[in-house]
């Protein structure tokens, strides 16, 4: 068995691998596709330290940084099932979706998020072309040009607040009657300049040319009305799913399906642990899930001191 076994390879998952290899345990990673969600990025210019890199050279670091170290990488391996240990101190099983199982010590749960699409046209075409997910990593791309997002909820609106600081103009589409972000929020969009906000609006296509964006079009539900609005930018921010189906039943999760953790990254579940986006921590950026993953392994090894038999 292993003392410490990881389930997911992005930013958490790497971290906490050469966190716990260099306690000198035996360690394990397995991760459907190692990187994680750092595949699908272009640029990255904020994670510190670093000026600028583009996500494949970012996810090649992270494995060449955790196969620097005594650490069994099994990639392409889908997580099924987690079975807690038996008694306290036992083993704790994890059965893959091709037939087989790996135990644990303890285990670290790193199985990230996916930003939920709104399946339009022009949207997977114009992805990282002008399409994009993230306000903090990608919104000053958009510096001087006209932006929308697609969301009122809270995240939409902050996002539409955040880059009205940035961008020349916002035009937030939703698609309820209302928006659903907290009044607060609210009152402060409807007071900035540069925002349109468009209730009772469905997007219907992103638009583009020369291999990018170049504009929303978006139905008046109330009239049946079709706009188009010329833009350079359009974020999506309807949802950020955590990737936990899996876990239902066995750990906690919050009403958004994110792993509940204490400040030391613990599950409810004796001996396993859990970081990065997959989990309750406030904001999901690359920066944040390496220090969560580097604390799970602090936390899971303070664990295993204090309840293996070596
Ligand atoms: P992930 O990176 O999502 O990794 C999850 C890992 O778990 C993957 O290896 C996955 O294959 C695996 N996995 C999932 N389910 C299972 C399972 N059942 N069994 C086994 N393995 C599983 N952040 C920034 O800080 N700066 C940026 O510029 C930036 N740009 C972004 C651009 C895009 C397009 C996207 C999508 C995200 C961006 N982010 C950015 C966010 C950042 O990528 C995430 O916050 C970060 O990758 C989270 O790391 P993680 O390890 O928690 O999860």
């Keep these: 068995p292993y003392d410490m076994l990881i389930i997911g390879g992005g930013p958490a998952g790497a971290a906490a691998a050469v966190y716990a290899a260099r306690k000198g345990i035996r360690t394990g990673v397995a991760a459907e596709r190692f990187g994680g969600q750092v595949n699908d990025t272009l640029g990255i210019e904020n994670y510190i330290s670093v000026i600028e890199t583009d996500g494949p050279k970012f996810a090649a670091a992270l494995e060449a940084h955790t196969r620097a170290y005594d650490v069994d990488i099994m990639n392409l391996q889908r997580a099924d099932k987690l079975i807690p240990a038996a008694q306290p101190g036992g083993l704790i099983e994890v059965q893959l979706a091709n037939g087989g199982s790996l135990k644990a010590k303890s285990v670290i749960l790193s199985t990230g998020a996916r930003w939920r699409n709104v399946n339009v046209p022009g949207e997977a075409e114009y992805k990282n072309k002008g399409v994009a997910y993230c306000p903090h990593c990608d919104g000053p791309l958009f510096k ?3 932006t929308a997002v697609i969301g009122g909820g809270n995240s939409g609106v902050e996002a539409a607040i955040d880059l009205a600081g940035i961008v020349a103009h916002v035009t937030l589409v939703e698609f309820a009657d209302q928006l659903k972000a907290d009044a607060v929020l609210v009152k402060k969009l409807q007071s900035l300049p540069n925002v349109t906000i468009h209730t009772n609006a469905q997007t219907t296509e992103i638009t583009g040319a020369d291999g990018k964006v170049n504009g929303l079009k978006f139905k008046d539900r109330a009239t049946g009305e079709e706009h188009l609005v010329p833009l350079a930018g359009v974020f999506v ?18 009403k958004f399906g994110e792993i509940e953790i204490d400040a030391k990254g613990q599950t409810n579940v004796p001996g396993v642990f859990a970081a990065g986006d997959c989990t309750t921590v406030p904001y999901k950026q690359i920066v944040i899930a390496a220090g969560a993953g580097a604390t799970a392994a602090l936390s899971a090894f303070d664990h295993l001191i204090r309840t293996s038999v070596p």
Excluded at 248 to 253: E, F, N, P, Q, R
């Design 144 to 146: 001087g040009k006209r």
């Design 237 to 254: 921010q309807i949802g950020l799913v955590p990737n936990t189906d899996w876990l239902k039943g066995t750990v906690a999760l919050s």
